[in-house]
C-alpha cells in the first residue's frame, strides 16, 4: 500500500486531541511508506496532518476544488496539488490516487465522502480498503447506527463490516494493508488481523 485518501475536518474540532490524532495519524503513514493523499486544503485537521507528514520527510498530494481554494485555504506547500472542477472530480481524483481510505473526525464533507467510498465498496466499483480512526470514540455513534441498519434490513451483514475501526492509527494501517487487494504481480505484506 502506497498511498491512503485520508478524510478529516476543515476545523480542528473541540478538543486538542483530535489534532494530536491527526500528527500521531501522520506518523504513521510515514513511518509505513505511504503517501498521503487528502483535500488539499492548509485549515483544521486537513492541515494538521499534512504539515506533520511533510515536516517528517513523506509525500502529501492536495485534490481541491477550484470554488474551495479560497475557503479551504489551497496548501502551497504540499508535494503535489490538483485545483479540479468541483467535489465530484476532487472525490473520483482522490479515489484513483489511492490503494485506501480513512475518514478522521470531521464534518459533513467528510461523512460525504467516506460514505461515497464505502458505498462504491458495496456496489464493487472499487475493492479498496476503508477505516474509520475513531478518536476519543468519535465514530461509536455511527458504528452504532450501521448495526441498527442492519437489523433493519438496509445493510447486508457483510456490507456492515466495510468500515474497519481503530483507535490507533498503526493497527488501522496493519488492518487496511491486511485486506487491501495486491497490484498485479505485488506479494502482500502483513498479518492478516480479523476484528
Not at 480542528?12 to 494530536?20: N, R, S, V
Request: hydrophobic fraction near 45%.
Amino acid at each position: 500500500m502506497k498511498t491512503i485518501s485520508v478524510y478529516c475536518g476543515a476545523s480542528h474540532g473541540a478538543d486538542p486531541l483530535y489534532a494530536e490524532a491527526a500528527r500521531a495519524r501522520a506518523r504513521a503513514l510515514v513511518e509505513h511508506n505511504i503517501g498521503l493523499v487528502y483535500g488539499g486544503g492548509k485549515v483544521g485537521l486537513m492541515g494538521v496532518i499534512a504539515d506533520e507528514v511533510l515536516r517528517l520527510g513523506g509525500e502529501a498530494t492536495g485534490v481541491i476544488p477550484k470554488a474551495l481554494v479560497e475557503r479551504e485555504v489551497g496548501h502551497a506547500g504540499l508535494t503535489r496539488l490538483f485545483v479540479v472542477k468541483d467535489m465530484h472530480e476532487r472525490k473520483a481524483m482522490m479515489s484513483d490516487l489511492s490503494e485506501g481510505f480513512i475518514a478522521m473526525p470531521g464534518g459533513m464533507g467528510t461523512l460525504e465522502e467516506l460514505f461515497e467510498m464505502v458505498t462504491w465498496a458495496q456496489l464493487g466499483i472499487h475493492a479498496k480498503p476503508v477505516g474509520l480512526l475513531n478518536t476519543k470514540g468519535f465514530y461509536d455513534g455511527l458504528k452504532a447506527f450501521v448495526r441498527h441498519q442492519r437489523e433493519e434490513g438496509f445493510v447486508k451483514p457483510e456490507h456492515e463490516g466495510l468500515m474497519l475501526v481503530e483507535e490507533d492509527p498503526v493497527a488501522l494501517i496493519r488492518r487496511l494493508r491486511a485486506v487491501a487487494v495486491p497490484a498485479a504481480g505485488e506479494d502482500v505484506e502483513g498479518e492478516i488481523l480479523r476484528g
